[in-house]
């Protein structure tokens, strides 16, 4: 009587051992990978939390499956990028977006007076510079990165293709600890 006590109580909980893996295992492959996106609103900026017109960035934290980042709405002057870690330890962030979709103030500030104004300090959200580190494989302490208030002037590249039309040119905002490269697509 032990005996089967046993293997009875043996083979109930090699079955239940196996269906929780098997259970496990399907609820991971179906999981969606979240991934954080900064949304950057240009000629924007942010006062007390929250986006209001200016003539920098507003940059908003948007959770994302990267299968569908590109399938996001954007609209006028709004743009998505993921940040990530580069070898001289800057957040660093590459948008691009149609000159189609620039308002007429964006592409005057990016193409004609090419510098961005941030009237306040902003922190990039620790979830971006967390994701940033992480993905570099460089372990993250709860180091902050702000953009500082001020004017900051891009250094430009324009970029022709073989018959010679504009096919974009990439703007550079460099900061202490990020940079932010916007690419704009004529």
């Not at 196996?18 to 991934?35: L, Y």
């Not at 957040?91 to 193409?111: G, T, V």
Request: glycine share 6%.
């Amino acid at each position: 009587m032990k005996r089967i006590h046993f293997s009875f109580f043996t083979v109930l909980a090699l079955a239940a051992l196996s269906f929780t893996a098997c259970k496990k295992e399907d609820i991971k492959d179906n999981a969606p990978t979240v991934r954080n996106w900064t949304k950057f609103l240009l000629m924007g900026d942010v006062e007390h939390g929250k986006c209001v017109p200016g003539l920098g960035l507003c940059l908003t934290l948007e959770q994302l499956d990267p299968n569908n980042a590109s399938d996001f709405p954007l609209d006028i002057d709004e743009m998505l990028a993921e940040p990530y870690l580069t070898s001289d330890g800057r957040i660093q962030f590459n948008a691009s977006i149609p000159a189609s979709r620039l308002s007429p103030e964006a592409e005057n500030q990016l193409l004609g007076r090419r510098f961005l104004d941030f009237k306040n300090d902003i922190p990039l959200p620790e979830a971006i510079v967390k994701q940033a580190y992480e993905d570099a494989g460089v372990t993250y302490d709860g180091q902050q990165v702000t953009i500082k208030r001020g004017v900051y002037d891009a250094s430009a590249t324009e970029n022709h293709d073989a018959a010679g039309n504009l096919v974009s040119i990439e703007l550079c905002y460099n900061g202490s600890g990020w940079s932010i490269c916007i690419t704009i697509e004529f």
